[in-house]
C-alpha cells in the first residue's frame, strides 16, 4: 500500500501538482470525506486508486487566435481536461472566464467525475474552457473567439468521446457558435455539445436543470426533516443561469427569494423578487448584458458594492456564482443569523473551513458535487434524446430531473447518514467514488 496516510497522499499530489491550489482543495474535500470508508476497504488502497483517480486521463492546452472588432490579433489560451472516462464519454462544461487556469480547470473536471456518477448516468469525467472574457465583447467578436476555439477542439470531442457544455461565461449564445462551427469541419450533426437551443437539437428544461435541480436537492433535505421551502426566505449569489432558475422554482415553492449578485455587488430586496422582478433580471443579464445594481436603481432598494449576499438574514442560502464565495467568517455569521439550510448551485463555493462550520452546526448542507447535477444529468439526457432522434416533453424531463435529485439525494442519506444526522459531503464523495473506482478495476491498469 504505497500511502499509510491522507497526509503523505496529499503530499505526493502537491509536488505533482505544484501550485494548483484549487484543485489541491478539490482532492483534499474527497479524500478526507472518503478515506475512513478506504481504510474499511483497503483493496482500494492497494491498487492505488487515489492516485489513478486524480491524473486525468488527458490534458490539453491550446493557442486561440481571434481578430476583435478593430482587426487586431488577440490570444488566449484553451484548454479541456479529459480527466476520467471510466463509466462513460468525457462530459462537463467549459468556462469561459479571465480568471480560467490549469488549477481550476482540474478542480472542476475532478468533481465532475463524482458529480456524474451521481446523476446514475453513464457519464465521465471532463472540464475545459479558456481565459476569454466575453464581457464587452461584441457578438461578433465572441463568434470569432468560439470559431477558433472550437477549430481546434473539434479535432478533440465528439458524441461518443468527449461532449462540453457550458458553465460560466457560456451560454446558449457561445453553444450555437462553437456547435456551427463543429458541424463546419466535421460535416457531421451529432449531440456534441449540450445546451443546444430547441430547434437544433436541444432539451427542454436544460436552461431550467441546474438552478431548479439545487432547489429539489434543498427541498428534499429539507423533507428528511419534516420541513419544506415554503414560506422560507432564501438568499442566492449570482445572477446568472443557474442563479435566475433556482429562484423561479424557490418562488414556485413558496420561498421568498431576497437577494442576486454579480461581480461587481449584490441587491438586497426585502419584499422578495417576485416573477416580474426576474423576469427584469432575466432580460437585464441574458439580453441586456447589464449589472445587477440597475435591479436597485429600478426597483429601490438596496444595493451593496463589492459585496456577497451572506450577512442578509435568511432561512436558506443558495450559493450560485462562483468557487470559495463563502468563506469560515460567511459561515459564522450564516449561521449566527439563522439559516438552516445551504444548498450549492455553484461548484465549491464554501472554502474548507466553511463546511466544517456547517457540518459541527448540523446545517443541511448539500455539497455542489449533488446539489447542483441537475443541470449535467440534463445534459445527459439531452445526449439520449439526440441518440434517439427525438424530444421528450417538458413535463417528461422535468419528471425525469425530479427523480434524479432523489436518487442522488437518496445516495448521500445511504452513505453519510450516522446517528441520525446526514453528512451530504461524504454521502455524496462515497457514492460517487464507488461507482467509478469499481469501473476503474474492473477495466484493469488503462
Ligand atoms: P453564468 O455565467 O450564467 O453566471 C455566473 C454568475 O456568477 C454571474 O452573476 C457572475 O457575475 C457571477 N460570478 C462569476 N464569477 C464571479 C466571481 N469571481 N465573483 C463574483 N461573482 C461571480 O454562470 P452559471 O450560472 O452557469 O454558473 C454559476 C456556477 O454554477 C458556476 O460555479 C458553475 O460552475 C456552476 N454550475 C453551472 C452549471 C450550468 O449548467 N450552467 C452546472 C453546474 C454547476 P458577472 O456577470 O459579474 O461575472
Given at each position: 500500500m504505497k500511502y499509510q496516510t491522507i497526509d503523505q497522499f496529499l503530499e505526493n499530489l502537491k509536488s505533482r501538482n505544484p501550485g494548483e491550489i484549487e484543485f489541491h482543495q478539490a482532492v483534499y474535500e474527497v479524500v478526507d470525506s472518503i478515506w475512513d470508508f478506504l481504510k474499511d476497504n483497503t483493496h482500494y488502497l492497494h491498487s492505488n486508486i487515489l492516485e489513478r483517480i486524480t491524473e486525468p486521463e488527458r490534458v490539453l492546452m491550446f493557442r486561440v487566435p481571434w481578430r476583435n472588432d478593430n482587426g487586431d490579433v488577440e490570444i488566449n489560451r484553451g484548454y479541456r481536461v479529459e480527466f476520467n472516462s471510466a463509466i462513460g464519454p468525457y462530459k462537463g462544461g467549459l468556462r469561459f472566464h479571465p480568471s480560467v487556469n490549469l488549477s481550476i480547470l482540474k478542480f472542476l473536471g475532478f468533481e465532475q467525475i463524482f458529480k456524474n456518477s451521481l446523476t446514475t448516468l453513464p457519464l465521465g469525467g471532463g472540464k475545459g474552457g479558456s481565459?476569454?472574457?466575453?464581457?464587452?465583447?461584441s457578438d461578433n467578436e465572441v463568434m470569432s473567439f468560439c470559431q477558433s476555439f472550437m477549430t481546434e477542439l473539434s479535432r478533440h470531442i465528439g458524441s461518443d468521446t468527449d461532449v462540453p457544455a457550458g458553465d460560466i461565461g457560456v451560454g446558449g449564445r457561445e453553444i450555437g457558435y462553437m456547435f456551427g462551427q463543429y458541424k463546419r469541419i466535421r460535416n457531421e450533426f451529432t449531440g456534441?455539445?449540450?445546451?443546444?437551443a430547441l430547434n437544433w437539437g436541444g432539451s427542454l428544461i436544460r436552461p431550467e436543470a441546474t438552478g431548479y435541480g439545487c432547489v429539489y436537492f434543498a427541498e428534499e433535505m429539507l423533507k428528511n426533516n419534516?420541513?419544506?421551502?415554503?414560506g422560507k426566505k432564501v438568499i442566492i449569489s449570482g445572477s446568472g443561469n443557474v442563479a435566475q432558475y433556482a429562484a423561479e422554482k424557490v418562488i414556485e415553492l413558496g420561498g421568498k427569494v431576497l437577494s442576486f449578485s454579480d461581480s461587481s455587488g449584490t441587491i438586497y430586496d426585502p419584499e422578495g423578487i417576485n416573477k416580474e422582478k426576474l423576469a427584469f433580471v432575466m432580460n437585464l443579464k441574458?439580453?441586456?448584458?447589464?449589472?445587477?445594481k440597475e435591479y436597485s436603481d429600478k426597483y429601490n432598494c438596496e444595493y451593496y458594492e463589492?459585496?456577497?449576499?451572506?450577512?442578509i438574514k435568511c432561512d436558506i442560502a443558495l450559493?450560485?456564482?462562483?468557487?470559495?464565495?463563502?468563506?469560515e467568517k460567511d459561515a459564522k455569521t450564516l449561521i449566527k443569523n439563522g439559516c438552516i439550510c445551504v444548498s450549492e448551485g455553484?461548484?465549491?463555493?464554501?472554502d474548507a473551513d466553511a463546511i466544517n462550520l456547517f457540518l459541527s452546526n448540523k446545517i443541511l448542507f448539500g455539497p455542489g458535487k449533488a446539489a447542483n447535477a441537475g443541470g449535467v444529468a440534463v445534459s445527459g439526457l439531452e445526449m439520449s434524446q439526440n441518440k434517439m432522434f427525438l424530444n421528450w416533453s417538458r413535463n417528461e424531463v422535468d419528471t425525469k430531473l425530479q427523480n434524479i435529485m432523489k436518487n442522488i439525494h437518496g445516495q448521500c442519506v445511504e452513505y453519510g447518514t450516522n446517528k441520525k444526522f446526514t453528512n451530504y459531503v461524504k454521502g455524496a464523495n462515497i457514492a460517487g467514488f464507488i461507482k467509478v473506482a469499481d469501473s476503474m478495476l474492473d477495466q484493469g491498469v488503462v
Open positions: 481565459n476569454f472574457d466575453p464581457k464587452g465583447k456534441v455539445l449540450t445546451g443546444k419534516n420541513d419544506s421551502l415554503d441574458n439580453i441586456q448584458r447589464g449589472r445587477i463589492n459585496s456577497r449576499p451572506w450577512h450559493p450560485c456564482a462562483t468557487q470559495n464565495e463563502i468563506n455553484a461548484n465549491m463555493p464554501s
